[in-house]
């Protein structure tokens, strides 16, 4: 059936991994898109609606290894953080102190392992995926997937996928309107091949 | 379409009908009554919103409820389990134009043995498996009348059944992924052919070709392309100036008289202050969860178990339609995002064949459906890295390389499988919400995963570099294939409605929708429903007129 994928989607989404980011109330989503639209069309420097600088390095710190930034942008450079942060403070605000319990979990599990460390952002790439592979199991992790990939592929407009970053990474371009061939498999069927 | 002023009547006016649903089944409906001189109310659930306000918002349309509807429901396998709220989903829209503004728009006839296939085969053991009153042959003069009317695009196929008349429109340009898909399908033997779509592939009365922007499914047509009941019939209803269509106004009761009459249709408006639409008749086109709901949520003494529920089977014998789904990977770019969705499709396996030692059969069609939030979510395979490195490069690589041969079935209508209230879950008007109880029949299964084995064996065939399973054969917890609730008969203990799509049970009260058939078909039962809803209007249209409601 068409939609068995749907399916999938949705179960990802709505599994104990993502219920965060959804809201049955359209108006929210509204809210979180008009407040987008001002803060992205500010002026730096950015000011988060309800993280704090720390809380945002941290999640964005997470988010930076889900789609890390390695020779193209990143969930960085799309402006993920933003996007969670919006989130937080309008559709998804129940989900904002589970997600920050998960991240002094990190931070804890951070400074147990590496004294030395000062928190979980400050680590290096590699002891920030040795810990996070032993909690990506967890709803935090999977609340922090799933906002990351929504943050990064979702409509410019909700404050992520910022220049288009995740689109680009993708291949898909917002158009509209298109005309065949398609792809190079239609193409080629054209000229006769 | 010339612009007249819309009419509207006061709720104590008794019109000719009152319509409950404006999808793919009400508009039609509408339609049909209004231009046959009838005066006529369409209470419909959701907004009205002007095609030019579609948006392309994956994230807003596909998991904030933009169009659809956000009720709970609550889900269960078998009647012996309490049903629990997310255990499953039911996609419908919920706007003027319903389901039919949101489908893919993948437009397929049933074939002749859909119709007569318990006289073929006999029973199947723990399915209710049944003829229909009426045959192919019947419906196919509305099967012609929705592709003039609405606007459907393709060409002729090698399995098709009997038609009396060719596409109004050519089919669509075909897409990579049907170019890759016919390649594997003739390597191997079978017989692929073009799909028909409710999408218009040139201008036609009036309205504009498709622009191939890649958002059919789940979303709504900004260029009146798709052939909703929203772009293709509300307009001409209205023009008669005798239908009206309100929007948010939502059924909650069809009233009756001491004779047992419906005098019309009791729904909350905008402000959700209680009405009640007066009506010589009433006209259920809900949809196959939304129209059984209503009846059994009428309830009174003369129909304790629920309105036009003498036969018991109300909300019974639930059919979804399943299928599984294998990805492909192949080496140039497909760019599946651009255009609609499916261009390519094979009917070799439709007919049940005993030979595989289950009943069922099906379609397989080329298709590709994520947009990039759903595509990075869980496109990839399950064995695929979910983040970091690799899965941004996968991510990446794959979404313009890969394609989806999409598996479409029969489902059996299981006795248990049901549409019933939820005792305690209730709806943001403070009713009760839809209870589902749905596990496939075995032989469902079977057909979903011989179909899933073809599609690997189609993807292998076209040159794929990689394959996997997209979503497997299992029991389904979701669909937006709402079908056989309030099954059509000729006997009123074991049907809903009869031929003509009367209730058993109530003289002026009708039922059309997806509740209607009596088997599932194989997928893509909106064209169906659409026929069902021309023929049905025209035999309303003639019982009223000859003074026989």
Redesign the interface.
């Known amino acids: 059936?068409?939609?068995?994928?749907?399916?999938?989607?949705?179960?990802?989404?709505?599994g104990a991994a993502g219920a965060a980011?959804?809201?049955?109330?359209?108006d929210l989503?509204h809210a979180a898109?008009a407040h987008a639209r001002r803060t992205v069309a500010a002026p730096p420097p950015y000011r988060f609606a309800v993280l704090t600088p720390a809380q945002a390095d941290g999640l964005e710190a997470v988010a930076m290894?889900?789609?890390?930034s390695?020779g193209?942008p990143?969930a960085r450079e799309a402006g993920v953080i933003h996007f969670i942060d919006q989130a937080l403070a309008s559709?998804a605000r129940d989900q904002k102190d589970p997600l920050i319990a998960g991240l002094d979990d990190l931070n804890a599990r951070t400074r147990a392992k590496w004294p030395e460390a000062a928190s979980f952002a400050a680590l290096a790439p590699e002891r920030q995926?040795e810990l996070?592979r032993a909690i990506?199991k967890t709803p935090f992790f999977g609340t922090m997937?799933?906002g990351t990939?929504?943050g990064?592929?979702?409509?410019p407009s909700?404050g992520g996928n910022r220049d288009q970053a995740?689109?680009k990474?993708?291949?898909?371009q917002?158009?509209?309107?298109?005309?065949?061939p398609?792809?190079?498999?239609?193409a080629?069927?054209r000229k006769g091949g | 379409m010339q612009i007249s002023p819309r009419v509207t009547y006061p709720t104590s006016t008794e019109v000719d009908f009152v319509i409950v649903g404006s999808g793919a089944a009400g508009g039609v409906m509408a339609k049909e009554l209004s231009t046959r001189g009838f005066s006529v109310v369409v209470l419909e659930q959701g907004p009205r919103i002007d095609p030019a306000r579609f948006e392309?918002?994956?994230?807003?349309y596909?998991?904030?409820?933009?169009i659809s509807n956000?009720s709970p429901v609550s889900w269960r396998k078998t009647e012996q389990e309490e049903a629990r709220v997310?255990g499953g989903?039911l996609?419908y829209a919920r706007l003027v134009g319903g389901s039919s503004v949101h489908f893919?728009a993948?437009f397929w006839r049933l074939h002749e043995i859909d119709f007569h296939e318990r006289s073929r085969l006999g029973g199947i053991p723990g399915a209710d498996l049944q003829d229909w009153p009426i045959s192919y042959a019947d419906l196919e003069p509305y099967y012609t009348k929705v592709e003039w009317e609405v606007g459907v695009s393709g060409e002729p196929g090698p399995f098709d059944p009997p038609r009396s008349r060719p596409y109004p429109l050519p089919p669509m340009?075909?897409?990579?992924a049907?170019?890759?898909f016919e390649r594997g399908a003739r390597k191997l033997g079978l017989n692929p052919q073009s799909a028909p779509v409710a999408i218009l592939s040139r201008p036609f009365n009036g309205r504009n070709a498709c622009?191939?922007?890649?958002y059919c499914?789940?979303f709504g047509c900004e260029y009146g392309a798709k052939s909703s009941s929203l772009a293709a019939m509300i307009p001409v209803a209205e023009a008669t100036g005798r239908c009206e269509i309100r929007p948010n106004s939502y059924a909650r009761k069809v009233e009756l008289d001491a004779r047992g009459r419906a005098v019309g249709v009791i729904y909350f408006d905008a402000e959700r202050r209680e009405q009640l639409q007066r009506a010589k008749a009433v006209v259920l086109c809900a949809n196959g969860a939304e129209t059984p709901r209503l009846l059994l949520m009428s309830k009174s003494n003369r129909f304790p178990d629920g309105l036009a529920n003498s036969s018991g089977r109300v909300g019974k014998t639930l059919m979804?339609?399943?299928?599984?789904?294998a990805m492909g990977r192949?080496e140039?770019?497909?760019?599946?995002?651009?255009?609609i969705?499916v261009t390519r499709l094979s009917h070799d396996f439709y007919d049940s064949d005993p030979k595989r030692g289950f009943y069922g059969g099906g379609g397989i069609d080329a298709?590709f459906?994520?947009y990039?939030?759903?595509?990075?979510?869980?496109g990839l395979a399950d064995t695929a890295p979910?983040?970091?490195?690799e899965?941004?490069r996968m991510?990446?690589e794959y979404?313009?390389r890969s394609m989806?041969l999409?598996g479409?079935?029969t489902s059996l209508p299981v006795p248990q499988n049901s549409i019933s209230l939820d005792p305690k879950a209730k709806d943001a008007w403070g009713l009760p919400a839809i209870r589902v109880t749905y596990n496939d029949h075995p032989d469902d299964i079977r057909i979903s995963q011989f179909l899933l084995d073809r599609s690997m064996e189609i993807l292998d065939a076209a040159g794929a570099q990689e394959k996997w399973v997209?979503?497997p054969a299992e029991t389904?917890?979701?669909?937006?294939?709402l079908l056989g609730t309030c099954r059509m008969g000729k006997d009123p203990k074991t049907s809903v409605i009869d031929p003509d799509h009367r209730t058993h049970d109530v003289r002026n009260l009708f039922l059309c929708d997806g509740s209607s058939m009596v088997t599932s078909g194989r997928?893509?039962p909106t064209m169906t429903i659409m026929a069902l809803a021309f023929r049905a209007g025209e035999r309303i249209a003639g019982l009223a007129g000859r003074g026989e409601i």
């Not at chain 1, 980011?21 to 359209?26: I, K, R, T």
């Not at chain 2, 596909?62 to 933009?66: A, D, E, M, Q, T």
């Not at chain 2, 340009?173 to 990579?176: A, F, G, H, I, R």
Request: glycine share 10%.
């Open positions: 059936m068409s939609d068995q994928v749907t399916r999938r989607a949705f179960l990802a989404a709505a980011w959804l809201a049955a109330d359209p989503v898109l290894r889900i789609i890390p390695d193209t990143g559709f995926d996070l990506e997937r799933t990939v929504m990064m592929f979702s409509n909700y995740g689109w990474l993708l291949g898909f917002a158009h509209g309107i298109y005309q065949p398609f792809g190079y498999y239609d080629e069927a | 392309h918002d994956e994230f807003k596909l998991f904030h409820n933009g956000p997310g989903e996609l893919t993948n340009p075909n897409k990579s049907g170019v890759l622009q191939h922007c890649g499914m789940q979804f339609n399943v299928g599984a789904g192949f140039h770019p497909l760019n599946e995002y651009r255009s969705q298709r459906q994520r990039p939030i759903t595509w990075a979510l869980g979910q983040w970091g490195s899965y941004k991510v990446g979404f313009n989806l999409a479409h079935t997209d979503y389904a917890t979701f669909t937006a294939h997928g893509q």
